[in-house]
């Protein structure tokens, strides 16, 4: 489906501004956590957080052995997802790439990601670092409506 056919959209119905990939590439770039999505054999969906760093083109996570190391190794196709939002403003973006991932198994490329990635957020006994080369990547932004701040009911009473 053609991201700028709008005609599945009801009337009068919103979907925010599409964006580029040089637009979406920027929001990455200034991201740190993300989630990424891969299928199980019994059709089950998997999605976890994970901290990332944007290379060149591709985006790079550490992960420790479990099920999106095997996903990765499998060469099943993953899909990763970026967003940010303000509800009271009701404004945000997202981000969705899909594509195929790789193990990075280059010591110098290792050494290299490390350094841009830092110290990872959880501790892991035997890091790998995965490279996501995205084949398809769409995004959209809500921008800001007329009217005001927006008060979200909390969950107390």
């Given at each position: 489906?053609?991201?700028?056919?709008?005609?599945?959209?009801?009337?009068?119905?919103?979907?925010?501004?599409?964006?580029?990939?040089?637009?979406?590439?920027?929001?990455?770039?200034?991201?740190?956590?993300?989630?990424?999505?891969?299928?199980?054999?019994?059709?089950?969906?998997?999605?976890?957080?994970?901290?990332?760093?944007?290379?060149?083109?591709?985006?790079?996570?550490?992960t420790?052995?479990?099920?999106?190391?095997?996903?990765v190794?499998?060469?099943?196709?993953?899909?990763?997802?970026?967003?940010?939002?303000?509800?009271?403003?009701r404004?945000?973006?997202?981000?969705?790439?899909?594509?195929?991932?790789?193990?990075?198994?280059?010591?110098?490329?290792?050494?290299?990601?490390?350094?841009?990635?830092?110290?990872?957020?959880?501790?892991?006994?035997?890091?790998?670092?995965?490279?996501?080369?995205?084949?398809?990547?769409?995004?959209?932004?809500?921008?800001?409506?007329?009217?005001?701040?927006?008060?979200?009911?909390?969950?107390?009473?």
């Amino acid at each position: 489906m053609d991201p700028a056919d709008r005609s599945h959209a009801f009337p009068g119905e919103s979907h925010g501004e599409i964006l580029d990939r040089d637009a979406c590439m920027a929001l990455l770039s200034a991201a740190v956590i993300g989630r990424v999505a891969w299928p199980h054999p019994d059709g089950r969906v998997e999605v976890i957080p994970v901290n990332f760093v944007v290379d060149g083109d591709d985006l790079v996570f550490r992960t420790a052995r479990g099920g999106k190391l095997t996903a990765v190794e499998r060469g099943v196709p993953v899909s990763f997802e970026v967003d940010d939002v303000e509800p009271a403003l009701r404004v945000g973006w997202s981000v969705l790439l899909s594509g195929h991932a790789e193990i990075v198994d280059d010591a110098e490329q290792v050494r290299r990601l490390e350094a841009l990635l830092g110290a990872p957020w959880v501790a892991m006994t035997e890091p790998v670092f995965v490279r996501l080369r995205p084949g398809t990547i769409s995004g959209r932004r809500l921008p800001l409506h007329p009217g005001g701040v927006s008060v979200q009911p909390g969950g107390d009473g």
